[in-house]
């Protein structure tokens, strides 16, 4: 027996990345887990893989969903609690990215990480809150980035969708401390995952200085750090140290951050 034995769970982006690698952290701690993701066929397969380290009465559901689909959203919530009797923990996951200069990324590519990552997460976190309310207890737990904290070059459209989930998410814990129900910021550095390796062709050669030689973060670290920081209250989470360093000196030194990564801009350029 585990602290998440017998837990009920939603995972949105829960195929691949880090919301599979929390899935299976969970489910191999006993809870029951239900992922959502888009893409059908790697859904599956993650569905599979999960089933089959669960025990006993373990249930593992999954489900197709794209996340800025409102009503698509609603039709799936209420399966999911049908399904898993209930929720403790609620994870926004969900999310895409598009690196590039401003000037050049499409209209669409603007609009898209707005429905995906900050609607998504929104419309999400809505359909479950009546439930959650109402128990007066749980948990939400939303992801958002490092670039959601502070400014990245050549991360305009996605940066500006991750502030938004961070804004999100802290007035909605505000909101909902009285009524029992906790809320946590996820802020992850670099994280080897697909939507990693996808972006890396696309990242400007600026942006691609300013990560430099740090190694990404694996997503089973990062799963980790999440459920530690959630047991551990946290209303923000940043996985790693590197990550953890280089807000505190943006929040507490903004005149220092901007100065370095400015001469590395600089460099790139050069």
């Not at 070059?153 to 991750?162: D, E, L, N």
């Not at 007035?171 to 009285?178: A, N, T």
């Not at 550095?189 to 990404?216: C, H, N, R, S």
Request: with cysteine.
């Amino acid at each position: 027996m585990t602290k998440h034995s017998g837990r009920r769970v939603f995972i949105t982006g829960g195929s691949s990345g880090i919301g599979l690698a929390l899935a299976r952290s969970l489910v191999a701690q006993g809870a029951h887990v239900a992922i959502a993701a888009r893409g059908a066929e790697q859904l599956e397969r993650a569905r599979a893989e999960l089933a089959a380290e669960a025990r006993g009465d373990q249930r593992v559901e999954a489900f197709v969903l794209d996340v800025s689909d409102r009503v698509a959203v609603s039709a799936v919530s209420a399966a999911v609690l049908e399904a898993l009797g209930g929720i403790d923990l609620l994870v926004n996951n969900a999310g895409i990215t598009h690196p590039g200069y401003a000037w050049e990324l499409d209209d669409e590519v603007f609009e898209r990480m707005v429905q995906v990552n900050y609607l998504g997460t929104v419309w999400v976190t809505r359909a479950f809150l009546p439930v959650l309310m109402e128990q007066r207890s749980g948990q939400v737990v939303n992801v958002s980035s490092i670039a959601g904290l502070m400014g990245v070059f050549g991360y305009t459209a996605y940066g500006a969708s991750k502030f938004a989930v961070s804004g999100f998410t802290e007035s909605l814990r505000q909101e909902l401390k009285p009524h029992g129900v906790g809320v946590s910021l996820l802020c992850p550095p670099d994280t080897d995952t697909p939507q990693l390796a996808y972006e890396e062709d696309l990242k400007p050669v600026e942006t691609k200085a300013l990560a430099g030689t740090v190694k990404p973060m694996s997503a089973q670290a990062v799963a980790q750090a999440m459920l530690d920081g959630v047991a551990a209250g946290r209303p923000v989470i940043i996985p790693g140290m590197d990550g953890w360093v280089t807000v505190w000196l943006a929040r507490h030194f903004p005149w220092l951050a901007r100065w370095v990564m400015d001469r590395m801009i600089r460099k790139a350029r050069a």
